[in-house]
């Protein structure tokens, strides 16, 4: 008779709490993936969200693709229109060869802005991480009017936010040929990993698929020619700083930095850097390393939420 009472009891506490819970609306069911054809190239991404709400790019970095920003979109998607693209080189994009299609930042920008020309897309605020900052500069600077407002997460435009690694690469760019060990040790899987660990005190929430991932993307036939021109071009964004910056005194754009302040690549001096030209920004040093998304995401999201709800 007890355990026929218990048992009697426990399915009418189930019922109850079955008849209270509400099914959450999934904030991923507007997301789709695309493939489309950008002078000649096949360029890949991501969108979500209502396409007559306001647009956020999002630009990923090295050596990742918008597949870094597949937790992030869905809980931007509710409220914005999102499009993640990958450069060409990188991701679910065609990496041609060196000899048919130049790796520089210059020709990344230039793609990635015919794709949202493409896209009939000419308004949006930009997300900009590491190789999408220097990427969406340019953009920036090429056409002013028609960037709403800037979100920066561990993406520099100042020599204060150089680590120590720099001064090493620094010698690749002087002399490529001289110094392949650069090369070596920057394509590696010791730091395609660091990348992502580096600076963290939660080394349990990071998945290792993202990283072994991204190393198997780099190992492919190819791939080295590509990321070694990138990285020698690379040096073009640091003399830009200068004129980036100007840019940024001069057209004042809302902008939200959302930094990872353990990152040993762009470090924490960079973040704060900003107020020099944008004595409005908001600075949010996090306690993440330069893959901030990996263990901040819904803290990120929550910035981006308020922040872009000031500035619509």
């Known amino acids: 008779m007890k355990t026929q009472m218990l048992l009697a009891a426990s399915i009418m506490f189930m019922t109850s709490l079955a008849a209270q819970i509400t099914p959450i609306p999934s904030t991923s069911e507007t997301t789709s993936y695309h493939r489309i054809n950008v002078d000649g190239v096949g360029i890949f991404y991501r969108e979500a969200g209502p396409k007559d709400a306001p647009t956020i790019v999002l630009l990923h970095g090295f050596p990742s693709s918008s597949r870094e920003f597949d937790s992030l979109i869905p809980l931007l998607a509710t409220h914005y229109h999102l499009v993640a693209p990958d450069f060409p080189g990188f991701g679910q994009s065609d990496a041609p060869s060196p000899s048919s299609y130049t790796y520089t930042f210059d020709h990344l920008a230039s793609t990635t802005n015919d794709l949202l020309e493409q896209l009939h897309i000419d308004n949006y605020a930009l997300y900009l991480h590491d190789y999408g900052g220097p990427v969406g500069f340019r953009i920036m600077v090429a056409h002013p009017d028609r960037v709403r407002a800037l979100i920066v997460q561990n993406a520099n435009v100042y020599k204060d936010g150089l680590g120590p690694k720099w001064a090493g690469i620094a010698r690749y760019w002087a002399d490529p040929a001289a110094h392949p060990e650069v090369l070596d040790a920057f394509l590696s899987l010791s730091a395609t ?66 930094w990872g302040k353990n990152d040993p690549s762009f470090i924490a001096a960079g973040a704060e850097a900003f107020k020099r030209d944008l004595p409005d920004a908001e600075i949010h040093l996090l306690d993440a390393g330069h893959f901030a998304l990996d263990e901040k995401n819904d803290e990120i999201a929550t910035l981006i939420l308020k922040f872009m709800a000031k500035h619509p």
Request: charged share 25%; aromatic share 12%.
């Open 193 to 258: 990993e660091h990348r992502h660990t580096a600076g963290t005190q939660h080394p349990e929430r990071y998945n290792p698929d993202t990283w072994t991932d991204e190393y198997a993307h780099l190992s492919r036939p190819g791939q080295r020619e590509i990321q070694g021109a990138l990285l020698y071009d690379y040096r073009t964004n640091a003399a830009s700083y200068p004129a980036w910056q100007a840019w940024l005194r001069e057209h004042k754009p809302p902008t939200l930095v959302a």
